[in-house]
Every structure is written in C-alpha cells, then in structure tokens.
C-alpha cells in the first residue's frame, strides 16, 4: 500500500506526459503481475480510495479524479480473469452512486463498472420517459451502464421463478455474496431515506441509483412506496419518470412482493396529466 502511496504521489508531482507513462506502468504491472494487485491488503487500499469523501482528498486541482481512475484500471485489470469478485468492489459502487458520482461515471472506469452493476439484475426499460419523449433526450437520469434489455428478455418473462438468478453478473457467483450484497444494497437505500426524510432533501443521483438496483424486489417495493413524492416533486420529477419505467420493467416476478409493487403502482395519484396518459 505503501508503495501505490508512494508511485501516486510521483505521478502527481509530474507533468501531463509523465502522468500517463506512470499511469500504463502500473496498469501494465497489474497485468503483468495480477496476484500482486488481488491481495487482499492491496484491494483494501485501492477500494478505501474509491470509497474515500472527495473533499478529505489530499490531492485536489486538475487531477483530483486521477486516483480512484487509477484503482479502477488496475482492479479491472488485475481481476478481468477472475470469476468470482470481491464484494467489497459492490460495497465501493453503491457509496460512489448514492453519494457524489466522483467515478462510477467516468468513462475510464465503465469497464469496472459494467462487471459490477450485473449482480444487480436489472433489466433496462425498453420504454422512454414522457420528458424524453416530448422534449428530447438531455443528460442521462440513470446510470449510463449497459443492463439487461427489456426486449431482449421478453420471451423468458413466463419463468418468473428463476428470472433474478438468471441476470446475476459471473463475477458474484456465491450465492452467499449475492445475498450478502443484496442486503448491503437495501439496508444503504433504507439508511438514506431515513437520514433525509424529506423527499426534497433527496438528490437525482439516489433516484439514479434506486433505478440500477430495481432489479431487486425489496428496493421496488421501497422505491414504489415514494414514486408518488418522487413523481409529483419539481426537483425529482424526471429523474422518477425513468424510476417508474425501470420499476415497471423489472416487477415480472409474480411474487407475493411484486403483486404489492403493482398494487402501490396502480394508485399512483399522478398531478400532470401528459405524464398519467403516457403511463
């Protein structure tokens, strides 16, 4: 750890050229010598960066989003031949999409990202927002991550009992770190509406999150219980509009959960009237 410390502090003490070169070094190093970036005391460090609060960064200016790009290349890299992945990888994600977004959203990183957000499940609306649909596209609302089509699992939706199983990323094969992650995932969604109570303390990166994770049952039904504040607030409102269209697209299960997910959906008290015809 010391050592990653130490070949950070020289690239950032250096010029734009010298950066990169220190940059692939280690890259390259981790493809080289993978085992010495999955010890366990190594993705400790690299996993406490991408978790750590921007704001107690030591470093900040022009490469302040340097590191966690840096962690995520060598973790990618050093664990693309792996097939069951550390949690803690799951753990890193959910804090960054809850929080500020600092790297989930960098291009740099998508490939990190794409492994990890397959353990959620979630099948992509094949349906737009009515915003979009009338206005046009603007910046994303949802995670610009790949998931699971709508269309493409169309003919599978009659198997409802396996359907979860059969989207699970290979990088989380364990069904104890499924279930591990799954709760993970509940108990930091449930945390943060009781920490911010009202839905207007609430930020469009949240609504962002609770739809890449709706491919579980228990955040629909949280996420179906606040659709209405969510669709009828000015702040949240279109962010929520993909909400619903990802909480709709993944309730197919046919459980006792998700009959309680359409029932709430169903008495949605929806203010405007373009966005009611729509859905």
Not at 17 to 36: I, P, R
Not at 259 to 272: F, G, P, Y
Request: some cysteine; charged content about 25%.
């Amino acid at each position: 750890s010391s050592g990653i410390n130490a070949e950070y502090g020289q690239l950032k003490s250096e010029k734009t050229g010298t950066e990169k070169a220190w940059f692939m070094s280690l890259v390259t190093l981790a493809k080289l010598k993978s085992d010495l970036f999955t010890a366990n005391k190594i993705v400790e460090v690299l996993c406490g960066y991408l978790e750590r609060d921007p704001s107690q960064m030591l470093h900040k200016g022009r490469n302040s989003s340097l590191l966690p790009v840096l962690c995520c290349s060598l973790l990618a890299t050093a664990y693309k031949k792996h097939e069951n992945w550390p949690e803690v990888f799951v753990r890193a994600y959910v804090k960054d999409a809850i929080s500020d977004r600092i790297w989930i959203e960098n291009p740099m990183c998508k490939q990190f990202c794409n492994e990890i957000v397959k353990v959620f499940g979630t099948i992509k609306p094949s349906t737009t927002s009515p915003t979009n649909s009338l206005m046009g596209p603007s910046k994303s609302e949802t995670d610009p991550i790949p998931l699971v089509n709508e269309d493409s699992q169309s003919s599978q939706s009659g198997d409802s009992s396996t359907l979860e199983e059969k989207f699970i990323s290979s990088r989380f094969k364990n069904s104890a770190v499924q279930e591990s992650i799954k709760q993970f995932v509940v108990k930091a969604i449930s945390d943060y509406i009781v920490q911010k109570k009202a839905v207007d303390n609430m930020t469009r990166n949240f609504i962002k999150f609770l739809c890449t994770s709706s491919g579980y049952m228990e955040i629909r039904q949280l996420a179906a219980s606040k659709l209405d504040a969510f669709l009828n607030s000015t702040k949240l409102s279109r962010p929520a509009q993909d909400l619903l269209s990802h909480v709709a697209a993944n309730t197919r299960t046919g459980s006792a959960g998700d009959v309680e997910v359409i029932q709430k959906l169903a008495q949605l008290r929806i203010k405007s009237k373009p966005m009611a015809n729509f859905y």
